[in-house]
């Protein structure tokens, strides 16, 4: 190109000044857009090792640094989580890039374990410079002995409730096998669990070891209590007999039960929530005394959050102490939402609201029962003649309706009175028996009117016209399952949950020994069957404690899950083994 260019010069060098200048960059411009070369195929090859000093695998190590070079300019990305060095070093070596070259600086102080093998593992982060290629599973290798050791530890952790895995639990070997290790020493060897919680501790000594696994919170390689999840292998393990390692990683139930939060944001209630079961805390006002049917308190589920309903209280602020038995865990000061105030907030004014109900148009199972809940409690002594306001019509057909009583819940249950099936809309002079489920018909439309006035809750206010109109599926639309456990000659109690397919429980049923469990009205989808041995009999899953070597209890699933399809009876047994 620059002979052309030449000669071109040649012939307009007589002419003006400006004239060359134009022409030249004209030129220049358009030459550089000519020979502007094609793209090629990305580059997909990590870079190649070229040199160690001291090489890989080095006996006797007693280098205070490590060089490696490489074939092509590298970088680091994510190297604090991908960095493993095994057995864990005092301080963190100064690990850097210098063009084509990675250089490990150990600390001054660092003192090398005699007679080990060293891992430093960097998993993806070495990768070259442009195209992001990782070197995949890099280690260097190194010992300050006269061998390199070669034994392996593999197996998988698994969260002991659901058999979920986490990526990054630390699992740790320990020659110490005191009780107290894992909380005050760092461990001999390490590594990371992947995704799927497989695990595996490379050019380990060949010996006896204590083996945890740890939700390592604060990354310190130490058990810091409740706050983190611990699992182990009951007995020391020898690396030179093959074992299926399995661990289960659980919390540890809080020793302390401490207050966390309080929440006050409407009108006579306080919500207590406590670090774990707190069924045993009473609430005892300070300032003032309550008549007994001015206060409600109820627990959720977990029973580690407690509602406290008030009324009839007329001071500016409200002073509690929270008990545990005698114990006083916590004094705290409310300054008073009033009721007028309440009524007024119109953000968030202070109803009597339906929170819960059948769907509105949408289907409702043929099994499920009628139930209403309200944003509070409600007054049962208010409504025992409620179901005679209530009309539910099944094609215009009208039920003759009771409702269940239920002290201090914001809950009702509606049935119909037993023996009565359907009657005319001029009612009937049949004896109230009691309450049972209505029994829903297939493929039916239902209607249910709820008037202004019928319920009253604990504050004193009445519900709004309720209307809702809903509608039944036809038999044939459902599955059913047939289970039979066959359950070992022992004693306890296994708690049995069919799982839909976000992992709710659909069913929970308590055996306690070898029976057959039959599911009906199953909707078509797929199942899990979680089974708890709950072999204290609680009827829930107890987590497991470290010092006391008490491992959690044992939760197992069925291997595939179950497909459950409409108009369809399948039948499974399944044998449990002992625990």
Request: with cysteine.
């Amino acid at each position: 190109m620059k002979y052309r260019l030449k000669y071109i010069y040649s012939k307009i060098k007589t002419a003006g000044r400006s004239s060359h200048w134009f022409i030249c960059a004209f030129l220049l411009a358009s030459c550089a857009q000519i020979v502007a070369p094609g793209g090629g195929p990305p580059d997909k090859t990590p870079p190649k090792i070229v040199k160690y000093i001291p090489d890989s695998a080095t006996l006797n190590f007693k280098a205070k640094s490590i060089e490696i070079y490489f074939d092509e300019f590298i970088q680091l990305r994510e190297l604090s989580n991908q960095l493993i060095i095994s057995p864990p070093l005092a301080n963190t070596p100064d690990i850097k890039v210098k063009n084509k070259e990675l250089i490990i600086n150990f600390d001054k102080n660092e003192i090398l374990k005699p007679n080990a093998t060293y891992c430093i593992s960097f998993g993806t982060a070495v990768q070259d410079l442009h195209e992001n290629n990782p070197v995949d599973n890099f280690k260097y290798i190194f010992s300050t002995g006269s061998f390199i050791d070669s034994s392996i530890v593999k197996g998988k952790v698994e969260n002991a409730f659901d058999h979920k895995t986490e990526k990054d639990i630390l699992v740790m070997l320990y020659t110490d096998f005191s009780d107290s290790v894992v909380f005050k020493k760092r461990p001999d060897y390490f590594t990371k669990t992947k995704d799927d919680g497989s695990f595996q501790i490379n050019n380990v000594r060949a010996d006896k070891y204590k083996l945890l696994a740890l939700k390592d919170a604060n990354a310190n390689y130490k058990y810091d209590g409740e706050n983190e999840k611990i699992g182990f292998v009951n007995g020391p393990i020898d690396v030179l007999e093959k074992q299926k390692i399995l661990i289960d990683l659980f919390p540890e139930p809080p020793k302390k039960l401490f207050l966390k939060k309080t929440v006050y944001n409407s009108y006579g209630r306080i919500m207590f929530i406590f670090n774990k079961n707190a069924d045993s805390v009473t609430i005892q006002p300070i300032n003032h005394t309550f008549k007994k049917d001015d206060v409600i308190t109820d627990f959720s589920i977990t029973k580690d959050t407690l509602n406290y309903w008030f009324r009839n209280f007329d001071k500016d602020s409200l002073f509690l102490k929270v008990k545990n038995g005698s114990k006083v865990i916590d004094s705290l000061a409310f300054k008073i939402i009033t009721k007028e105030a309440a009524l007024k907030n119109k953000r968030t004014p202070l109803k009597l609201l339906l929170i819960s109900s059948p769907k509105g148009s949408k289907t409702v199972d043929l099994n499920s029962e009628l139930k209403l809940t309200f944003n509070n409690p409600l007054d049962p002594s208010l409504f025992k003649n409620a179901g005679n306001g209530i009309k539910l019509t099944e094609d215009s057909i009208p039920y003759k309706l009771q409702l269940q009583e239920s002290i201090n819940s914001a809950s009702v249950k509606i049935g119909v009175v037993r023996g009565a099936v359907k009657v005319p809309a001029t009612g009937s002079s049949e004896i109230d028996a009691g309450m049972v489920p209505i029994a829903l018909k297939e493929n039916a439309g239902y209607n249910l009117f709820i008037p202004p006035g019928t319920f009253t809750d604990f504050f004193g206010l009445t519900n709004d016209t309720i209307k809702i109109d809903f509608k039944t599926r036809e038999e044939k639309f459902y599955g059913s399952l047939k289970l039979t456990l066959l359950v070992p000659e022992t004693s306890g109690n296994y708690i049995v949950q069919l799982l839909d397919e976000a992992g709710n429980p659909a069913r929970v049923n308590n055996i306690k020994k070898t029976e057959t469990i039959t599911y009906q009205y199953l909707l078509p989808q797929k199942y899990t069957i979680k089974i708890i041995y709950d072999m204290n009999a609680d009827y829930k899953w107890n987590t497991g404690n470290l010092l006391r070597k008490i491992q959690p209890e044992k939760v197992v699933f069925n291997a595939d899950p179950i497909t459950i399809r409409s108009n369809w009876d399948m039948e499974l047994e399944w044998k449990l083994l002992n625990n």
